[in-house]
């Protein structure tokens, strides 16, 4: 943590105007995230209203992922959580790490360029909705942090990134006068019971002699310090939990705990944008003494209650991942920073080796090194940690030299933690933090690693076999598409396949163009019911029969006829839609058959964009006698052709004919120059960037014009 900015470092205006915007929205807390220079990220830049520590789980956010702040930023938005409730319904993971009852506003920070996004909190005693006058604070406090950041970067002190660490600004204003102290003073002294009061970091400032006898404590142990450092018997993470609440939800708090060996004492919280003032009292209701021990038999220091909540942040996100390198990204973007370790990597356990699968901090020199060891190598301790299953924790060059001298050599790192990767007796891989300085792991951060290291496995072991599965099922699809679609003279042509992206990212739809002689080419597109293995094996079959028959100059009729009945012996469970266009240079008809496909839409060189009348036959697989209507249409110059499939169409609560009319209007408008890009516009039209519940396949067509003659 560094000191607030000074109008000498440049920081000044900018830690004002984001104090400002903070205490005019009423905000208790506040929190500005600047954009990465890669936008993968937002890192927490400026805080107001909270120590630090609590926002060490999200020092960094990835802008993917699913927290109001990344909300904001990647989709521009202003968002609202007006309660406790509404969090874990809408932001389950952030809702994890803020089990506290509080509002909650992020709003992108948006100028000439994006910046990144302002968060802030409030109790949740303020009303649960916005107004449109606090709508409108937050949003110029937004345009006010964006310009003067633009302006900064104007004179060449844009934000910087890297090792730069969170900055905190005063919320408060500090107006109080030494002789208001001495005042406030003389009336705690006077009170019954003790008073004593913390700063918003924890830390005891001021401390009544009534509180010093009940804490059975002098002041000069307790000023500076927090009191679950400072008092032995507060060093449990449910008290600093209680502090934590106050802080975060700006709500008197109250808790009972016992000084050894029965005093009983109540502690009442009352805090507010400058600190907490904490009155303590014995309690009413005396309790029965708990048994101890003379003395105290623990050896490791309960993890603080800060740990427990980045540990319980990183494994919610953890649980998340989908791929490898997801697992690697959040170990890099989350889990370093968390431990403040400056180099990773992670290796799986494949055949007997060591495969690295990511790394940062390191040379790519180095990991050449490193990469296939043996997993019982005693190059590094990797091997070791692995086959015991027990964590190694190195704090010195030395301590690594004495047992594997070759080691601290190859990276030139100072501290090292070998995290082994197990899930029920099963080696998966191994986590290595590394530092570029000595450091001690204290029994408390030894603890809380090895915990994470059986998540990460967990999530390791995952993304795996998902990787596996991915890899697989893009394997298939790719086999059963057209690698190119071949070049006919006389037209252009550009086609896409977009899988869903729920279940194993493969699917049904096809498409297809096929050369018939010099004089004619045949367009096909079709969708096998469902979006998995067997749909894009089944559509395999259906394309090869198509293909088959059109070769030979089968009738568009017969073809679907045939493939038809192939497909009711094949697979009967199994329909398919289809749409079958040949496309005649020298007569300049097109003849089209349709087996319950939507319609292809004609755009004329006139600009004049429709869907083409195509009686469709049922779909095929269901009936092997079903008959299919054949429908012609003129070939002129300039015409285009779009084929599609209904993922591209069909959405919940719109008719299909408005459906298919709207992409026909964006056919219309769409620039005709680069297929491609134009084929990008209908798709961005469509909606089809976010989640997709099917597959979509997509086949564009125009004819030159020139004329083909049998050579």
């Known amino acids: 943590m560094t000191s607030a900015g000074d109008p000498a470092s440049g920081n000044g205006e900018l830690d004002a105007v984001f104090a400002d915007t903070a205490r005019r929205t009423g905000a208790s807390i506040g929190a500005l995230y600047l954009l990465e220079p890669d936008e993968q990220s937002l890192r927490l830049g400026l805080l107001c209203g909270a120590p630090v520590e609590f926002a060490a789980p999200w020092a960094r956010v990835p802008t993917g992922a699913p927290a109001p702040v990344a909300v904001a930023a990647r989709e521009d938005r202003l968002v609202w959580v007006g309660s406790q409730e509404e969090m874990a319904r ?164 109250s808790f009972t705990a016992c000084r050894p060996p029965d005093h009983w004492l109540e502690f009442h919280l009352y805090p507010d944008a400058s600190g907490i003032s904490v009155r303590i009292v014995p309690s009413g209701a005396q309790r029965p003494p708990s048994p101890a021990p003379s003395h105290s038999t623990r050896t490791v220091t309960p993890a603080r209650a800060g740990r427990l909540y980045q540990l319980t ?38 055949a007997g080796r060591l495969r690295i699968t990511g790394y940062r901090g390191y040379d790519p020199r ?63 891989g191994c986590c290595i933090l590394s530092y570029d300085h000595p450091r001690p792991f204290p029994a408390e951060e030894r603890a809380v690693m090895t915990s994470l290291a059986g998540l990460i496995a967990q999530a390791l072991d995952r993304a795996r076999l998902y990787d596996t599965k991915h890899e697989l099922a893009h394997g298939l699809q790719q086999a059963v598409l057209p690698r190119a679609l071949p070049e006919i003279a006389g037209l252009r042509v550009a086609a896409r396949y977009l899988p869903a992206t729920r279940g194993m990212a493969i699917g049904g739809d096809f498409y297809d163009l096929i050369r018939l002689g010099d004089t004619a080419a045949a367009a096909v597109i079709g969708d096998v019911q469902g979006h998995n293995v067997a749909a894009a094996a089944v559509m395999g079959q259906v394309r090869t029969g198509i293909y088959a028959h059109a070769t030979v100059g089968t009738p568009p009729d017969q073809i679907l006829a045939r493939t038809n009945r192939l497909l009711a012996e094949l697979a009967p469970d199994l329909f398919t839609s289809c749409l079958y266009a040949r496309l005649d240079f020298a007569r300049r008809r097109i003849t089209l058959a349709s087996a319950g496909h939507p319609p292809p839409l004609l755009r004329r060189a006139d600009g004049d964009t429709r869907p083409a009348v195509v009686p469709p036959g ?20 300039g015409l285009m052709l779009a084929f599609y499939t209904d993922g591209l169409i069909e959405k919940p609560g719109i008719d299909l004919d408005d459906a298919i009319a709207g992409l026909a209007h964006h056919l219309a408008q769409a620039d005709e120059r680069d297929l491609d890009l134009l084929i990008d516009h209908l798709l961005n039209k469509a909606g089809t960037k976010g989640q997709r519940a099917d597959d979509i396949a997509l086949l564009v067509l125009r004819h030159d014009g020139v004329h083909h003659e049998a050579g």
């Open 618 to 637: 049922p779909l095929l697989g269901i009936d092997p006698e079903a008959v299919f209507p054949l429908t012609e249409i003129p070939l002129t110059p």
């Open 90 to 253: 809408s932001y389950p993971r952030t809702a994890v790490v803020l089990p506290y009852p509080l509002a909650l506003a992020a709003a992108p920070v948006t100028g000439i360029r994006r910046w990144g996004a302002l968060l802030l909190m409030w109790p949740a005693s303020r009303p649960p909705y916005m107004t449109g006058r606090e709508r409108g604070h937050i949003t110029a406090g937004c345009r006010n942090l964006a310009r003067v950041l633009e302006e900064a970067a104007e004179r060449g002190r844009p934000p910087s990134y890297g090792d730069e660490r969170t900055r905190v600004v005063p919320l408060a204003l500090a107006d109080r006068s030494g002789s208001r102290a001495m005042a406030a003073a003389d009336f705690a002294e006077r009170l019954p019971g003790g008073s004593c009061a913390l700063n918003l970091e924890g830390q005891v400032t001021y401390v009544s002699s009534g509180a010093c006898d009940l804490l059975d404590c002098e002041a000069g142990r307790l000023l500076g310090t927090v009191p679950w450092q400072s008092l032995r018997w507060l060093d449990d993470p449910t008290y600093e939990d209680r502090y934590r609440a106050a802080v975060l939800s700006r709500e008197p708090v």
């Open 313 to 350: 942040h990183l494994a919610a996100g953890l649980t998340e991942v989908v791929g490898v390198q997801d697992v690697v990204a959040l170990v890099a973007e989350q889990i370093m920073p968390a431990f403040d370790a400056r180099g990773l990597v992670l290796s799986t356990a494949e």
């Open 366 to 428: 180095t990991i050449e090194r490193l990469d296939g060891l043996p997993l019982d190598t005693d190059f590094t301790p990797a091997g070791r940690a692995l086959s015991s299953g027990i964590p190694a924790f190195f704090s010195h060059p030395e301590e690594m030299r004495r047992m594997y001298p070759e080691a601290p050599q190859i990276s030139g790192k100072q501290a090292w933690a070998f995290l082994p990767l197990i899930i029920s007796g099963r080696p998966v």
